[in-house]
């Protein structure tokens, strides 16, 4: 294990009041002037890689912060660290399928988020049960990549009604892939009419310059 | 709604001895000659269409009967039905995010499994909860698309570890991603030594009559 990565273990509650402990995660945030985002998607649909790509546009313009999710590894978190330089940490889940409000929350205790403007949450991979669950964060963005399938807002409807913004990922495979942006982009308006959509590929870096700015935009308002 | 497909609503068990109900659904299908598998995988990794390639292949051969479940769409059993004619029914989750032997005992007894050889169970596209439940199936079988990469099975362990299959499928997407089998299926050894792997492409038929003749070899064994 790289010693530079630290790893905090965080618990589900158990007597569940999410909301109201997602709603108070938010005040306290709010008065730090920190802008939280929550990353959700499938495994494999290229968080982490866009990540780097996203950091490295965003991290000479604001402080950014990195917490990484995972059942166990340590592996995402690591390669952030090292292709970014920003501040990053790995909460583990031990197991479970998502992230609540008071396992943000001790994420964020033992970051130390203090004087950072972004931190980024990368939610466990899984189109399920973190759309379940109010993390706390001020967006909530979903990455559907291309090889997944442009029927996905059908299949996971309660990811894409949660999602503020949605992020269409590896738009370089649409050589191999064919992908209706029409129909993901209609049922997902279907579901939350106020989405926002950004086709890229973190590959070639087509459309990360339109994303970053957004993101940038979205961060300072919350000043 | 296609009216010639079913749909049963299936509920977690509240008190649950998941793994005494998954045994005794094994016993009973094990006496009516019924071999069932698991397939299990992340959203968009290509279940629905491998299984269509899949029963093609078999099902002159074999009587097959698909249980698709999903939290609330159609789609997938709408599809297998119309591409390959053979029985199948909609479990509907209601937005839980794994299928328990409780719910797949429910789903054999309203689908009527009698008389088939192979019964194919596509669980919820997910893959963290689904790994924690036996649901009563002879084979456990993990799709993972070349799409989400090789390091899966290092950020999703437990599913690799119950898995007796992984299938790489689309392979015929090497063409734009990088994908090291070698370190994909060491790390799946190391979880399950005894794991078997198949390379395929639904989409050009690569790999895919081999994958055929290993399941209908485990189908006769079971008679």
């Known amino acids: 294990m790289d010693e530079k990565i630290r790893v905090i273990t965080v618990k589900q509650s158990v007597f569940a009041n999410n909301n109201a402990r997602a709603e108070a995660l938010r005040e306290e945030l709010k008065k730090k002037g920190v802008f939280l ?13 866009l990540l780097v790509n996203l950091i490295n546009r965003l991290k000479d313009k604001i402080k950014i912060g990195v917490m990484e999710a995972d059942m166990d590894a340590i592996v995402d978190a690591e390669t952030i660290e090292k292709k970014t330089g920003v501040k990053t940490i790995q909460l583990h889940t031990t197991g479970e399928c998502h992230l609540d409000a008071k396992m943000v929350q001790e994420g964020c205790d033992g970051f ?5 403007d972004l931190v980024i949450l990368e939610n466990i991979g899984n189109l399920v049960c973190p759309a379940e669950f109010d993390t706390g964060a001020n967006m909530s963005i979903e990455i559907l990549s291309i090889p997944e399938g442009d029927d996905k807002p059908l299949k996971y409807p309660l990811m894409f009604t949660v999602a503020d913004v949605v992020i269409f990922s590896k738009i370089d495979a649409l050589s191999v892939f ?9 049922a997902i308006l279907e579901l939350n009419p106020k989405s926002r959509f950004f086709p890229v590929s973190a590959k070639t870096g087509e459309g ?5 700015d957004f993101i940038l935009e979205q961060v300072k308002n919350n000043k």
């Open 112 to 116: 130390g988020v203090d004087g950072l």
């Open 178 to 186: 064919d992908f209706d942006f029409k129909k993901a982009e209609d």
């Open 208 to 212: 990360m310059d339109k994303l970053a």
């Open 37 to 49: 985002i929550n990353l959700m998607s499938s495994p494999g649909s290229g968080k982490t890689t």
